[in-house]
């Protein structure tokens, strides 16, 4: 059993809009979630995989979920700056009159 992996390694390399605020976020990432049994029992192994892979599904999930809310609050900001002119647009559609 000695060629079977003690750990899960993730890495990620994000592209966010260059405007997204990112205090606190790192757009490139390593991480690594040790396997934390021994290898000489095959069932505390993949317990112990288990463990390791649900530990870097919350991790990643955390951390894109931020990258995620940090994009949308920039399309926001985005969006609160433009003027929005539905006024103008109904009254195209209607034929022009109010």
Request: proline share 7%; charged share 30%; aromatic share 6%.
């Amino acid at each position: 059993m000695s060629n079977m992996s003690r750990g899960i390694t993730v890495t990620y390399n994000l592209n966010p809009p260059a405007e997204t605020p990112s205090q606190g976020l790192s757009a490139s990432q390593t991480l690594h979630f040790p396997v934390q049994t021994p290898e000489d029992d095959v069932k505390k192994y993949y317990d112990g995989l288990r463990k390791a892979i649900a530990q870097a599904k919350d991790v990643m999930g955390t951390d894109l979920t931020a990258w995620r809310d940090a994009v949308g609050l920039r399309e926001q900001l985005k969006e609160a700056r433009v003027p929005k002119r539905l006024d103008e647009d109904e009254e195209e559609e209607d034929g022009g009159e109010p």
